[in-house]
């Protein structure tokens, strides 16, 4: 199958091409500078130059693919809702040039765009619009159900609050960041709030998983741990910074977190059971403390 990727030498999208590749698929990566042509080459995949704002370029790429997947995303979360509101866009002009074709498009999604609190499933629905405590990272689900009202054969991956491994620029990161400014690693209250994770080549497995085996309109959590508490998360990055670990309250959590501490206060249980079960999925990566317990994110 030739798969279009986008996001294709990022974080998750580069782990996914490899594992494309490795299953006998030809892959197809959107890319925006020769460095990252060159990336692809070396891999065995067919670079594509081009820009999610520029849908021409899109479009040449898409016409002789027979799936797309769409990873890519802008990681700079001090920009998260404006990140959201052009992903969605994104998906949007994917959905109207891949409407009535049958081929498959799938796109990501995140764990936080549902209701918190509890266990979330496969069929939880996010939060809806102008609902107190709606993630902005719903906006590409909704823009995934109107590709659906399209007859595209679109389904959606949601990853968890932490893809960890090799080359993580997310949320871990952000947290060890904030831990070393500060000289101290801090949760909020008793810390039992919690966080789903994977690691990123589990992750990609879903992907390409949910192409193969996935049924239209499809829901999937790339989710290995239902929820790791955010005080061992704490805890892990003060051993791994050397620096005192500690709780904030609730109200002096801005101050300390600054712009992340909506995410640093995030309480989610994600089941991945139901992908489990109908992709044959079965993640075999660390945990997120066994990456955080060796030099992977503290070398720098």
């Known amino acids: 199958m030739r798969i279009f990727v986008t996001g294709a030498t990022g974080f998750v999208g580069g782990a996914l091409v490899q594992d494309l590749i490795a299953a006998g698929h030809q892959v197809i990566g959107l890319v925006r500078s020769a460095g990252a042509a060159a990336t692809l080459t070396a891999l065995g995949a067919e670079p594509h130059m081009g820009d999610l704002r520029d849908h021409e370029s899109l479009r040449t790429g898409i016409v002789w693919a027979d799936s797309v997947v769409h990873t890519a995303f802008n990681h700079d979360f001090s920009q998260f809702p404006a990140n959201c509101e052009a992903d969605s866009q994104t998906i949007e ?3 109207s040039t891949l409407a009535g074709s049958g081929r498959p498009l799938v796109v990501t999604s995140a764990i936080g765009v549902l209701p918190k609190g509890g266990l979330v499933t496969e069929a939880s629905d ?6 107190p405590g709606r993630n902005p990272r719903a906006a590409s689900e909704d823009a995934a159900a109107r590709a659906a009202d399209l007859d595209v054969s679109v389904s959606v991956v949601r990853l968890p609050l932490s893809v960890h491994g090799t080359g993580d620029h997310a949320f871990v990161p952000t947290l060890i960041g904030i ?3 500060k ?3 801090a ?3 008793d810390g039992e709030n919690l966080w789903p994770a994977v690691h990123r080549r589990d992750a990609a497995r879903v992907f390409r998983l949910a192409i193969e085996k996935g049924a239209a309109h499809g829901r999937y959590h790339a989710v290995a741990e239902e929820g790791v508490p955010f005080r061992e998360i704490a805890a892990a990055i003060g051993a791994g910074l ?3 670990v500690t709780s904030v309250t609730p109200e002096a959590a801005p101050a300390h977190f600054g712009w992340f501490h909506d995410f640093a206060r995030i309480n989610i249980r994600a ?3 139901v992908t489990q079960r109908t992709l044959g999925w079965h993640p075999s990566g660390p945990t997120l403390l066994e990456d955080l317990a060796g030099t992977l994110y503290f070398d720098a």
């Open 93 to 95: 002009f994917l959905g």
């Open 126 to 131: 996010p939060i809806p619009a102008a609902s």
């Open 179 to 181: 831990a070393r400014e």
């Open 183 to 185: 000289g101290v690693s």
């Open 187 to 189: 949760y909020i209250g």
């Open 242 to 244: 050397g620096v005192p």
């Open 271 to 273: 089941s991945s059971e």
